[in-house]
């Protein structure tokens, strides 16, 4: 044993090493102090003729310790590592005997040798991290397989089935056999010339300068607003322009440029924030989850349809009701033209639809969901309709059924109150379109049981969702932060700026389209009948809904009619400005006294992002989520915030909290009245301003 993460054993004149860092082989301080010790160990045993190194865990590596990325005494740093390995006069062969990812796989890559198993796959995900390869992976990988390749892993980040990367491994074989191949293939290397992969010789040529060039496009059509997918590019092309050593230094200065960017930061916080979302503490680690093995929903509309079909995707049986045989019949066949479609597109076969389509059974009894485990409630947005339902489920459900709404405002405490069961009530709000969004707010009531909400949260891994808990509150997470956002852009068009404009302000910072754009995809009646539900909200000051009531009074509720905000012409989902909103807004200005002005896209910005933030620390204040990075995945995962700013909440903490509260205080000094209701600055946000407390750290 070199090190407690390191093990050593020999197998005749083999040193076989084995990495064993917990859970995923992270290459750390440790772990590479480890290799450096094991390998040189077997370099100076005279006994010892080759090398293997593999893991004795299911996964081969995932690559650098990303938890390391935030500094200190780093050393030995990794390429130290694999310059060792390169230089060994001893032939190395890697046993990658499961994933191999970034450094991992670059761990492998410097190896002489590499063998694997069948269903094996590897990659070079940095490009997700906000970095590239910084360990020669830009470098040997494009030495290894073609450069087509080479780029479509390095750029996309994807892992790669090894079967199609078989130029890399000498051997793919079974998983019992793979070390014995291992051996075999290290002893056969001994004494004859070791091969390094950085001695192969790669050139530019104009064929591949066409590759270049059409993934520079692609990619930055693709990628649009990621830094470091273009780096990734330069620094490949590196490999194929400079001699290795030189490509290597290439390769150095760009994983440098890339990792001092604040979207190296945003994600690589998002990716510890997505694994944090699924940790709930206040829930006891040997808590059982209850068996789901058959789901039934309410309502066969436009989310109980979306939500169904997860299910059957997963193998899971549905029973649909609906109280009409016609309105069952049209949502069955909703689903049926959905899955056709994909068929179409070549995603499922005919088998698979059909196969699909036998899970889901339709009924108008309620008497048929008494074997349900799981019951989703998907019907109209009103607290009566949803109450009927309940009574009815609670009369016929088994024991132990989980009951659930998709309501995406109302109270779920009043819904579970009117069931005897309220303990097994509980919030599973879908994102529409429900097979496609992959966010799913899970809304803890105030007496949801512990096993209701870690059945929930295990469900909705199964059904490849992410799932997020949140408190009970109008709007949960999401939706409560969306309107404050909404709020401000109706606002400012009022105030002189245009629709148009304000949607490409939000589009450049990384949305996939702006407040407008989005309101009239979604209908602008939704949020027209929700104010109407809750008047009381508005009735402060209703100036910033006047010119979208104004539109869904006059029959413009969007894109499903051909006009919202925008205009659109048959059958084309592209938005056309419409003189007429800019009108309808100057009138209304008018009336209620509100000065036109030239707005800078600067404050546009601010005061469409700030609020919306202010509005999450509010959230956090009222503990309705648990911690700031989940409203993070909630938005990412949610709204399309974009990945590279890592979430609102942190991208607050890019900005400064200090900054965002001072520019909340001074909306709310400039705005008149308006301001000073709607630009409150959250007393959270402003106490861990003041005492610079990271918001990571920051616990209710
Ligand atoms: N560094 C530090 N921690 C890591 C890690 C890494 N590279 N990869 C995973 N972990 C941690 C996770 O945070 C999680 O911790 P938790 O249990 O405390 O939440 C734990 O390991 C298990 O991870 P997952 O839940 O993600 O496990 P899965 O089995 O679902 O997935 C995986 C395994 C596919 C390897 C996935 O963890 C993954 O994609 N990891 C990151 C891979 C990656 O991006 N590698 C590149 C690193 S950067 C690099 O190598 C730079 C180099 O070029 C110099
Ligand atoms: P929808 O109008 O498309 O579908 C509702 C369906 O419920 C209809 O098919 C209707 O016939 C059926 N229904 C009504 N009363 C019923 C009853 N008593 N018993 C059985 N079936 C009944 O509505 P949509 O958009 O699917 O919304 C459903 C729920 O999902 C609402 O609570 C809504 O707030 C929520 N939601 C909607 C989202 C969206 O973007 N549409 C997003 C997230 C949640």
Redesign the pocket.
């Known amino acids: 044993m070199v090190d407690s993460v390191v093990s050593q054993k020999t197998v005749s004149n083999v040193s076989v090493v084995s990495m064993a860092n917990a859970p995923v082989n992270a290459l750390s301080k440790a772990l590479r102090v480890g290799l450096i010790d094991a390998v040189n160990k077997a370099i100076s045993d005279t006994e010892i003729e080759a090398i293997v190194i593999t893991s004795d865990l299911p996964l081969f590596s995932a690559g650098a310790d990303i938890s390391e990325f935030s500094g200190g005494d780093l050393s030995p740093m990794l390429p130290e590592v694999l310059a060792l390995i390169e230089n060994s006069p001893k032939p190395i062969v890697a046993a990658v005997n499961g994933g191999a990812f970034g450094g991992g796989l670059e761990l492998a890559l410097a190896c002489h040798y590499r063998v694997t198993t069948e269903k094996n796959k590897v990659g070079l995900p940095e490009v997700h991290l906000g970095i590239l390869p910084g360990a020669g992976g830009t470098q040997r990988l494009p030495r290894l397989v073609p450069a087509a390749t080479a780029l479509q892993m390095i750029v996309s980040g994807a892992p790669t089935p090894v079967k199609v990367l078989n130029d890399m491994f000498i051997k793919i074989t079974t998983p019992e056999s793979l070390l014995d191949a291992a051996v075999d293939v290290a002893q056969q290397a001994i004494g004859e010339v070791i091969p390094a992969t950085s001695k192969i010789e790669i050139a530019m040529t104009e064929q591949l300068a066409t590759v270049f060039a059409q993934t520079e496009a692609h990619t930055a059509a693709k990628a649009r607003g990621f830094f470091a997918p273009a780096k990734c590019i330069d620094a490949v092309k590196a490999a194929f322009e400079l001699p290795f050593n030189e490509g290597l230094k290439r390769e150095g200065e760009l994983f440098m440029q890339c990792m001092n960017t604040p979207q190296a930061r945003a994600q690589q916080h998002f990716f510890f924030a997505e694994r944090a979302a699924a940790s709930i503490p206040s829930i006891a680690k040997d808590t059982k989850a209850r068996d789901i093995q058959q789901v039934a929903i ?7 349809g979306g939500i169904a079909m997860n299910f059957a995707n997963a193998g899971i049986p549905v029973r649909m ?3 009409e045989q016609a ?1 069952l019949d049209k ?1 069955l066949a909703v689903i049926r033209k959905n899955y056709e479609n994909s068929a179409k597109k070549g995603k499922l076969t005919q088998e698979q639809v059909e196969q699909r389509m036998s899970l889901l059974q339709g009924t108008t009894e309620y008497s048929d969901l008494s074997e349900a485990d799981l019951v989703i409630e ?4 009103k607290m009566s ?1 949803k109450k ?2 309940f009574e009815a489920l609670d009369k016929v459900c088994k024991d132990g059924a989980i009951l659930a709404t ?3 405002t109302l109270d779920v405490d009043e819904i579970a109150a009117c069931t005897s069961r309220p303990q097994d009530v509980i919030g599973l ?4 379109p429900a097979n496609v969004m992959k966010l799913l707010e899970i809304v803890r009531g105030e007496k949801t049981a512990d096993d209701v909400i870690k059945t929930s949260m295990k469900l909705a891994k199964t059904i490849r969702k992410v799932g997020v808990l949140v408190g009970v509150c109008f709007g949960f997470v999401g939706n409560r932060m969306i309107e404050v956002y909404g709020r401000e852009s109706g606002r400012l068009v009022l105030e002189g700026a245009t629709p148009e404009r304000i949607d490409k302000i939000i589009y450049d910072f990384g949305l996939p389209m702006g407040p407008f754009t989005m309101g009239d995809m ?1 209908g602008l009646d939704i949020g027209y009948f929700v104010r109407q539900s809750r008047k009381a909200f508005i009735e402060h000051d209703p100036s910033y809904c006047t010119v979208a009531d104004e539109l869904v009074e006059a029959g413009r509720v969007g894109l499903k009619v051909g006009k919202g905000v925008y205009l659109y012409e048959q059958g084309s989902r592209t938005p056309i400005p419409d003189p007429s909103v800019i009108e309808i807004a100057q009138r209304r200005a008018k009336e209620l006294g509100i000065e036109q002005r030239q707005i800078s896209d600067q404050e546009i910005l601010e005061r469409c992002i700030y609020p919306l933030i202010n509005e999450g620390f509010e959230i956090l204040k009222e503990g309705i989520a648990q911690r700031a990075s989940d409203i993070d995945v909630i938005y990412v995962y949610g709204y399309g915030f974009p990945v590279h700013r890592g979430g609102p909440m942190q991208y607050a903490e890019e900005i400064g909290l200090q900054e965002i509260a001072d520019k909340m205080q001074h909306y709310h000094d400039s705005l008149g009245e308006y301001g000073k209701h709607w630009f409150k600055p959250s007393d959270l946000l402003v106490e861990l301003a003041q005492s610079k407390q990271a918001l990571a750290t920051y616990k209710k």
Do not use: D, P, Y
Not at 298 to 304: L, S
Not at 378 to 381: K, P, Q, Y
């Open positions: 309410i309502g066969a509309g436009t989310m109980g009701l609906e109280l309105a949502g998907a019907v109209f947005e309709v009927q339902v998709n309501t995406s709000h879908f994102f529409s979604a």
